[in-house]
């Protein structure tokens, strides 16, 4: 059922909007933002009809142009944290136009973090989350009375504690596949409440300023009630990148290989780094697709157009994943040349986020939330990997 939004209102949630894009149906969304705000980061969607127009310049009402111009569809002005949207929402009414406010603007939307749990041939619950916001995910991984977070957000730690009892779980360990450059992790948060810290050993050789509670090395196993981790070093994105396989079934692989791209290489080392980096990461690949075709790929990010499996999660098995990807049957300097073509822009204060992850810079929940709005980035141009139609 398409969720409506109901513009005898003056708001909609985040949660609303979400659910009504989700369904596919249309949504015309005027951006109050200012524009060199709004080009870096937006709500995207297959059905949303976009326009963009600082708040600044309809002040004094609506002009005409503005008016003729506006998106079709139940109209939901987005602004940064709702205040200002909310004063167009009225200029529109007084211009005879139906229009809500987004809830706390982008700040809400950044808030939105989604649960879904996946569909494998597991004894464990292994469950994904979804911040669409960025397309960050993570994982729990909850078997009896012992549960597991990877790749956490600083954002959202209580979430993982209370998933985790709400499966008669305590939470017993949290793990970082890497050094990640787009969000800051939940790691050091967890580890103060008493959640084993666990980082792979080449991601703490980068030069943590701590020491983890448990160092990873590859072939090394985590063991979560019954179910076993396999821990396989997986470089090319960065030098620790690390996956996980989940008892031979799902490959939790960071950054390294996603259901839809591969990894961007220039993240640790720069540009000067990235064709080295790149052809790691070809080797690493090679190595993932000598598994069993059938795994389930289970990446730490999602773009906008990335397919969901039938079980509602960003995940897809190694076949289909091979399948849409020409690039992994690439030679290695092909690999390479494609990878390193139109690279896209770095994520946001990466250089910060990273700095704060290896533990070198003290960073608090407001301030990491601040500096993760945007687009996370880090995957390789789309563009050149696919197969061909």
């Not at 980082?199 to 196993?221: K, Q």
């Not at 076993?228 to 079934?249: F, K, Q």
């Not at 190595?287 to 795994?295: Q, R, S």
């Not at 300097?333 to 990878?339: D, G, S």
């Amino acid at each position: 059922m398409t969720t409506a939004i109901d513009t005898t209102t003056d708001t909609v949630t985040p949660e609303r909007l979400r659910e009504r894009l989700r369904a596919g149906a249309p949504v015309g969304v005027l951006d109050v933002r200012a524009p060199e705000t709004a080009e870096k980061w937006r709500i995207n969607g297959g059905s949303i009809e976009y326009l963009n127009v600082p708040y600044y310049e309809l002040l004094d009402g609506m002009p005409e142009s503005v008016l003729t111009a506006l998106p079709e569809g139940p109209l939901v002005v987005v602004c940064a944290k709702g205040d200002s949207s909310e004063l167009i929402v009225e200029q529109l009414a007084d211009a005879g136009v139906d229009a809500v406010s987004l809830e706390r603007g982008m700040r809400g939307w950044a808030d939105l973090y989604e649960y879904a749990e996946l569909d494998v041939g597991t004894d464990a619950t292994v469950a994904q989350y979804h911040r669409p916001s960025s397309g960050c995910l993570g994982y729990l991984i909850a078997d009896g009375e012992e549960a597991i977070v990877v790749d956490p957000l600083l954002a959202f730690v209580d979430a993982y504690e209370q998933d985790a009892r709400a499966f008669g779980a305590d939470l017993i360990g949290a793990v970082d596949t890497h050094v990640h450059a787009d969000h800051v992790s939940g790691l050091r948060e967890l580890s103060a409440r008493g959640v084993e810290r666990m980082l792979p050993a080449a991601a703490v050789a980068r030069g943590t300023a701590f020491e983890p509670d448990r160092t990873l090395a590859d072939g090394e196993a985590i063991t979560v009630g019954e179910t076993t981790l396999e821990v396989l070093r997986t470089p090319g994105h960065t030098s620790g990148m690390t996956s996980l396989l989940v008892d031979g079934e799902v490959l939790l692989t960071g950054d390294g290989l996603f259901v839809d791209s591969v990894a961007r290489p220039d993240l640790e080392d720069g540009d000067d780094g990235a064709p080295e980096a790149a052809r790691q990461l070809y080797d690493t690949l090679q190595e993932l697709l000598g598994l069993d075709e059938g795994i389930v790929v289970a990446p730490a990010h999602a773009s906008d157009g990335t397919p969901r499996r039938d079980d509602g999660t960003f995940t897809a098995t190694l076949r289909t994943v091979r399948e849409r990807l020409a690039v992994l049957d690439a030679d290695r300097e092909t690999f390479v040349e494609r990878v390193l073509a139109d690279m896209p822009p770095r994520p946001a204060n990466y250089e910060t986020i990273i700095d704060t992850n290896l533990g070198r810079a003290d960073t608090d929940q407001t301030e990491a939330l601040t500096m993760e709005l945007g687009p996370n980035n880090c995957a390789a141009s789309a563009g050149g990997l696919e197969a061909d139609d």
